[in-house]
T-cell receptor, first 112, second 111 residues
């Protein structure tokens, strides 16, 4: 199995631009999670989906952040407009139910 | 709100020595996970502990769970340099699948 796939792996953009991060979960996994990791705040859960439906988005920092899961094999996290404080590593993870979450390689986002 | 605290946050060890990382959490839970993260890399699952008294071992690492004390430990035996990494514990708050992570313990093993 290819594992969780994320793209791009690195993104550098300027403040005010739209950023879209993509995730393909492991086939058969019905849960998908988006996390953000920074030195200051550690690992934070932003949002998670079950069977493509958003279950808890209480971790999404502001309205500038949105996430979708149009089908079982694809999810996006969008930031519009981006700000320098959004710079972080964004991880996508998936799991087959209430069990171990498998993390993707992450997207390192830098907003100038 | 579930809180998860690890200690120590930084651990410098000599090769061959033993040490323990502690993970305390604030509310009832029956599932706890340990992950490893190498610098610049993703998180890799090490252990899942599913019940009180659960003990799992893999190589030089052993994890245990005491749900009554709300405490998990990750014990390192005869440390080697390859164990240098950041170790996270994560607790399932029973909100089906949602995990809360500790701050992480940065482990450095010296010759």
């Amino acid at each position: 199995d290819a594992g969780v796939i994320q793209s791009p792996r690195h993104e550098v953009t300027e403040m005010g631009q739209e950023v879209t991060l993509r995730c393909k979960p492991i086939s058969g996994h019905d849960y998908l999670f988006w996390y953000r990791q920074t030195m200051m705040r550690g690992l934070e859960l932003l949002i998670y989906f079950n069977n493509n439906v958003p279950i808890d988005d209480s971790g999404m920092p502001e309205d500038r952040f949105s996430a979708k899961m149009p089908n079982a094999s694809f999810s996006t996290l969008k930031i519009q407009p981006s700000e320098p404080r959004d710079s972080a590593v964004y991880f996508c993870a998936s799991s087959p139910g209430r069990t171990t979450q498998y993390f993707g390689p992450g997207t390192r986002l830098t907003v100038l | 709100e579930l809180k998860v605290e690890q200690n120590p946050l930084f651990l410098s060890m000599q090769e061959g020595k033993n040490y323990t990382i502690y993970c305390n959490y604030s509310t009832t839970s029956d599932r706890l996970y340990w992950y490893r993260q190498d610098p610049g890399k993703s998180l890799e699952s090490l252990f899942v502990l599913l019940s009180n008294g659960a003990v799992k071992q893999e190589g030089r690492l052993m994890a245990s769970l005491d749900t009554k004390a709300r405490l998990s430990t990750l014990h390192i035996t005869a440390a080697v340099h390859d164990l240098s990494a950041t170790y996270f514990c994560a607790v399932d708050d029973r909100s089906y699948g949602k995990l809360t992570f500790g701050q992480g313990t940065i482990l450095t093993v010296h010759p």
